[in-house]
């Protein structure tokens, strides 16, 4: 079972193409084994100079490893437990083995590139052998939408007899620019995927790995239910489950859910139910309740309506959810998105088309990169400032920073912020104890917590504040979501008077 990464920098690139070895955390000029419960992991290098840099992962299967420990009441076929294709064709034991062998590369940590970890690389990974019943077709539509070039090649079923057609492998090659760690995270979820089978029982936890390997791109993924469907074994429960959670991070309304069990099983193949397609249909009559995600923007625009803000900044504004609810509204006059993601303001102008948009609805809209702990003396002078599921995305550390930039350099007239109440997590199945809602969270906060920093953020920069629930309730849990309103204190304010501080 073979993986290959190749790295070829551009020639005017500052950095040589072996600190692959660096992101990887896997030195050039070693060959390297790791034990798995199945076999062995080899990780070597067939070329590594400054031009180009190629890391290969060799997994070695015995297959008799693999099948101890199973019950004696499996219904397998015993020869087939011992001659099957789990060698050969990369799958879940290839998933598991890249986890845990590029472990530090996935989670997208190096100390001595720092730089490189964030940098799209141009990257090219080819999969000699893939199980794939959905033919190229299935490949090419779960890759192409994360940004890869995809070449799929049918392996016939013997090269020999010609007449008996291609079998379900396929060989696959991607390339393409993008963060090392993206790549590897879009490895590890859809490998198993594309053959449909997992060596492991799927158990309740298989929901948090996948929401966290997926942290970026699966939420956007136009088939994430199939792909969501694939990962969890077809398990209806820890389905609806992940897909819920996925709700919080895109605009996916919870009856669209029910039709996760409808959707075909393989690309293109009608199995009597619906396509993936089918997923924005609603299975069950009644009254839809809008998602989480739905409520929260809902809530978002009616405090911009009630401050009569026009000029709006959506800081840390992702993919373009609530600049689509802006820009229908002729309210807002002037919105501006920031985002330090270039790929997700690139997304957010392929949502929102502004290509194909009217002028005059276009010139409302404005889109820069910047990151929102550095003042940026643009960003004076707006009506308010929405802060919309960011804050627990900023290293505590850096909070203060957030701050200074947002409340006391660009100062709007109001400051709307949203954040999850880690409360309410308690009520979420399949989270554990002390898990966060996303991998990208570096902090969730209590009710309390959020009233202790949002007070002590009015009080410094001169705001009044109010707190609105966002989302479900709950009698002891509270509200799913929570949100501050922070209006900017009147000269008015009495000396007796706490400034910026609601009673």
Request: glycine content about 6%; charged content about 25%; aromatic content about 6%.
């Amino acid at each position: 079972m073979l993986l290959t990464i190749t790295c070829t920098p551009p020639e005017d690139a500052a950095w040589p193409a072996t600190d692959l070895g660096f992101l990887l955390h896997k030195n050039p000029d070693r060959v390297q084994a790791f034990e798995q419960s199945y076999g062995v992991a080899h990780v070597l290098y067939p070329q590594a100079d400054a031009a180009r840099c190629t890391a290969a992962l060799v997994l070695e299967v015995d297959p008799i490893r693999l099948v101890r420990g199973r019950s004696r009441s499996t219904t397998d076929f015993s020869l087939g437990q011992y001659v099957n294709d789990r060698p050969y064709a990369a799958s879940s034991l290839l998933s598991v083995a890249l986890g845990a062998v590029f472990r530090t590369a996935l989670h997208g940590r190096c100390d001595q590139r720092p730089e490189l970890v964030r940098t799209a690389l141009p990257l090219r990974i080819e999969l000699p052998a893939v199980p794939c019943k959905g033919g190229p077709e299935a490949a090419e539509r779960v890759f192409a939408p994360l940004g890869w070039t995809v070449a799929v090649t049918p392996l016939p079923l013997d090269p020999a007899f010609p007449e008996w057609g291609d079998s379900h492998y396929v060989r696959i090659e991607l390339t393409g620019t993008l963060r090392l760690a993206d790549a590897l995270s879009h490895l590890y979820v859809l490998l198993p995927v594309l053959d449909g089978a997992k060596h492991y029982w799927v158990a309740a936890d298989e929901v948090d790995k996948l929401i966290r390997a997926s942290s970026g791109w699966l939420a956007e993924h136009p088939d994430r239910a199939w792909i969501t469907r694939r990962y969890l074994a077809r398990r209806h429960s820890l389905v609806r489950t992940a897909l819920a959670r996925l709700a919080e991070i895109d605009d996916t309304d919870p009856e669209q859910l029910d039709a996760v069990e409808d959707t075909a099983d393989e690309f293109g193949k009608d199995s009597g139910t619906a396509s993936p397609a089918a997923e924005q249909t609603t299975v069950e009559a009644g009254e839809p309740t809008a998602s989480l995600a739905v409520l929260r923007r809902e809530a978002v625009l009616a405090a911009l309506r009630e401050a009569g803000a026009r000029r709006v900044l959506d800081l840390g504004c992702g993919d373009g959810a609530l600049l689509r609810e802006l820009l229908a509204d002729t309210t807002f006059s002037e919105i501006t998105g920031v985002d330090v993601s270039m790929r997700s303001l690139n997304i957010a102008k392929r949502r929102l088309r502004l290509d194909r948009l009217p002028e005059r609805v276009a010139q409302r809209l404005s889109l820069r990169q910047g990151a929102l702990t550095y003042t940026d003396a643009r960003l004076r002078g707006y009506d308010a400032a929405v802060l919309m599921e960011v804050v627990e995305h900023v290293d505590p550390p850096r909070l203060g920073a957030l701050e200074h930039a947002v409340f006391g350099s660009a100062a709007p007239g109001s400051v709307i912020v949203t954040t999850p109440n880690a409360e309410y997590n308690a009520l979420y199945e399949g989270l554990e104890t002390g898990a966060f809602r996303h991998s990208d969270h570096r902090f969730e906060w209590t009710r309390a917590e959020f009233a202790a920093w949002a007070h002590r953020v009015a009080e410094q920069h001169g705001y009044r504040i109010r707190f609105v629930p966002v989302g479900p309730e709950h009698p002891d849990a509270g509200s799913s979501s929570q949100m501050a309103v922070f209006t900017k204190a009147t000269a008015e304010t009495t000396d007796g008077a706490t400034k910026g501080v609601a009673r």
